[in-house]
């Protein structure tokens, strides 16, 4: 994206020399950015759509009504987030980059920035650093989710919660930057730490404490179901989350258990990834998922012990699958009435 005049995540059109900083200082661009990231990084922010205008690449935040759409959102929030995003989009302008996800005059906005950190054993690191900032960012800190492919789970989990320790010292400021910044500085560190078993206890102790939840998901439909299905199991799998997907005549369920916080980060998975393919064929994002119920898991709920894929002939079935975990009333509330 050009720096001049394309519209970038605010999509105001305001040329990037005078634009403020980070920290909406009023800093002019040309002469001054401020810590940079390293040029190995690669990032690319997708314009605002303007109206009748073609739509972006990749076809996210396509047409003029997810322009509309994302501009409402952005004027909801604050006017250091506003002055932070217009920031964000100026300093991660290169091809590759940060793409936004949603936006909600509701719910905010999600973007993911994807950097790539030198000298980390011995390779390059690429982070997807996915951040959601709620309409009342900053005084509500984000929600951050981390995901690499030259990382462990276990290690990615690590650094989110680094960066959510961070985000605390930040509170009522603007912070995506700073915290790009410090997983830059200090990857090499958290990577090692993670490796230590006291490590490991103090994650179980926190699973402990934060307690079980259970998540019932509904989908409409599954084009490509072969590259869905092992999509969501790789997902249940990493995210150490437990249950069943079911098939049932057209209904189609997810009914997860795990740590609240990995069933949060599955909710962002399925709802911000291309899992399926649309008529066309072409990858496309969950659009008619429905979310049932997600609560935390009672004494009388039994707990699944792996994932699984289930197929059903018959109403029944399905309903004896869900007593046998104490989940009848689950099933009695939410399931018959997707069959009417």
Known sequence: ?????GRGLLGTGTDRGTERGPL??????????????????HFVLLPVARAGAAAPPGGHGAGPAAGRGRCGAL??????????????????????????LAASETHGISFRIQISVKEV????????LLFHLPVNYPSTLPDISVNSDQLTRAQCMDVKDKLLEQAKKHLSEPMVHDLILWVQQHLKDVIKQSATVCNEKTALSKGTEDGIWMLLLHLDHMRAKAKYVKT?????SNLRLTGRLMFMGKIILILLQGDRSSIKEYLILQKTSKVDVDSGGKKCKEKMMSVLCETEIQSQHKRFQTF???EYSALEELQKEFEAAGLKTLFSAFVPPLFK
């Open 24 to 41: 909406g200082t009023g800093t002019d661009r040309g002469t001054e950015r401020g810590p940079q990231p390293p040029q190995s990084s």
């Open 75 to 100: 004027a909801a929030m604050s006017e250091l987030a506003r002055e932070e995003l217009s920031a964000l989009a100026a300093i991660y302008c290169e091809p590759g980059a940060c793409e936004v």
């Open 232 to 236: 969501v199991e790789k997902w249940a």
């Open 1 to 5: 994206m050009e720096g001049g005049t």
């Open 121 to 128: 054993l011995d390779t390059d690191v690429v982070l997807k």
């Open 308 to 310: 699984e894929i289930k």
